[in-house]
């Protein structure tokens, strides 16, 4: 087991005093005497975040010594989220003592490797200043699973000015660590990670996939893209490596904020989704997530998608016909629904092509005409005396249409009346669909979560 937090050593409570952390009101100079030397200053104000610290120590170990404990248990388990929201609390000098259980050491048990994930965690979201010397040097000096997390502690910084050339020169000059430092530079941002950027592209191993995905959560946190981003992002949807790689760009032009994109963009993504070297289903996915990034949209553009709306691959064409629709095309939606306009007509008694219909109208966004489509399925149901699990799909579908409609009541009551198990109900919670469901504290008791 590693050892329990230590004495803050004073060189390092000296650090945190350079970087101007704990420095109050006492550092300014007032016209009235006594007037005290700088030394006699950062005497004091050492000593009182030194005394900080140490008031916090007995809580902190106590919390790491619960959370050590809980080894092996599930990351949303209450017990730990409790533990991780308190000592997301507990401001900079919590980051001096956590900083202690980063690296868990060599041949660490699984206790203390539980700990240090979670305490890379949570320092992720604490001031970092006065431990920016400490994590250096162990992003040097560490384990490698202690290095690892130091870099992705110093990316999360996003303060390039500080940190951003230390990352750049261990990517460059360090084999074991290039990939946490790719992801902690294009997390941080900043000049050193564009320059990096340019080259990525034709990188070797999964350099391209890790820089996306760090990018997307830089964006996720609430960063701006910067130009060099997004030049980056252009020259790779002109790439061929980008086939590889079409979820990643997905998720990078989806976590964006809107208005990212322009008229060139949208034609580069088209231009993926007729590309017949791409993966069908990765071309699919693409199409399904295209309305929904915000770029431009220009009717022009739907001619490149005339062959993949005759595919022989249903659904191929159907994903085509069904991001065409959401663009507004009328032409592609006629295309789209008169296979079950016809099918409706031929099976009057028969609830399927209902549906059937009524899924392909939640795809296209809308809802009021799929919750008509299933009620009246659901009463066909009822008509032919079928037992009440015959019917669970339609119910699914209703609600789901409910709850995307933003009606999560009506959603929920549909559920309840249902015969769903509590198994199947609580699968629904892992669809994204239902996520309103989930968050709502008034009725997502439906689902029969567990607390």
């Keep these: 087991m590693a050892p329990m937090l230590t004495r803050v050593p004073s060189y390092f409570v000296a650090g945190a005093l350079a970087a101007g952390l704990f420095l109050g009101p006492a550092m300014a100079q007032t016209d009235g005497p006594p007037r005290r030397s700088l030394e006699e200053i950062l005497a004091e104000e050492r000593a009182a975040a030194q005394r900080e610290v140490e008031v916090l120590r007995p809580r902190v170990e106590g919390l790491l010594t619960s959370l050590r404990s809980l080894g092996g248990s599930k990351s949303g388990d209450s017990r730990v989220k409790k533990i991780l929201d308190e000592l997301k609390t507990l401001g900079s000098p919590g980051s001096v003592l956590l900083v202690e259980a980063l690296d868990p050491g060599p041949r660490a048990p699984k206790g203390d490797l539980f700990l240090a994930g979670h305490v890379m965690n949570v320092l992720e979201e604490l001031p970092t200043t006065a431990i920016t010397e400490q994590l250096l040097a162990m992003s040097l000096d560490g384990t490698d699973r202690g290095r690892a997390g130091a870099l992705r502690v110093l990316g999360a910084t996003g303060d390039p000015r500080r940190v951003g050339k230390h990352l750049a020169k261990i990517y460059h000059e360090d084999k074991a660590m290039r990939s946490a430092a790719l992801s902690a530079l294009c997390l941080c941002g900043g000049p050193e990670a564009d320059e990096v950027l340019r080259g990525v592209i034709h990188a070797k191993g999964d350099e391209l996939g890790e820089a996306l995905a760090a990018l997307t959560e830089a964006f996720d946190r609430g960063r701006l893209p910067t130009a060099s981003q997004l030049v980056f992002l252009r020259e790779l949807l002109a790439a061929d490596a980008v086939r590889s790689h079409i979820d990643s760009v997905i998720a990078f032009c989806g976590a964006a904020p809107e208005d990212t994109f322009g008229e060139e963009d949208t034609a580069l993504l088209v231009a993926l989704c007729a590309d017949r070297n791409v993966d069908r289903g990765a071309r699919i996915r693409l199409l399904s997530a295209l309305p929904d990034l915000g770029a431009p949209w220009d009717r022009g553009l739907g001619k490149q998608l005339e062959r993949s709306?005759?595919?022989?691959?249903?659904?191929?064409?159907?994903?085509?016909?069904?991001?065409?629709?959401?663009?507004g095309d009328k032409g592609a939606r006629k295309d789209l629904l008169d296979p079950y306009k016809d099918a409706i007509r031929d099976e009057r008694k028969e609830p399927a092509p209902l549906e059937a219909r009524g899924a392909v109208l939640i795809q296209i966004r809308d809802f009021e005409e799929a919750i008509t489509d299933y009620k009246k399925a659901l009463k066909l149901y009822e008509e032919l005396e079928k037992s009440p699990y015959a019917s669970n799909g339609a119910h699914i579908g209703l609600a789901r249409a409910y709850v995307l409609s933003g009606s999560v009541r009506d959603g929920a009551k549909v559920l309840e009346d249902s015969a769903l198990?509590?198994?199947?109900?609580?699968?629904?919670?892992?669809?994204?669909?239902?996520?309103?469901?989930?968050?709502d504290e008034r009725y997502r008791g439906v689902l029969r979560l567990k607390n």
């Design 421 to 439: 198990s509590t198994v199947q109900l609580r699968g629904l919670a892992e669809d994204s669909d239902f996520a309103d469901l989930v968050a």
């Design 309 to 327: 709306s005759k595919s022989s691959f249903e659904d191929l064409r159907s994903a085509t016909l069904v991001c065409l629709t959401r663009f």
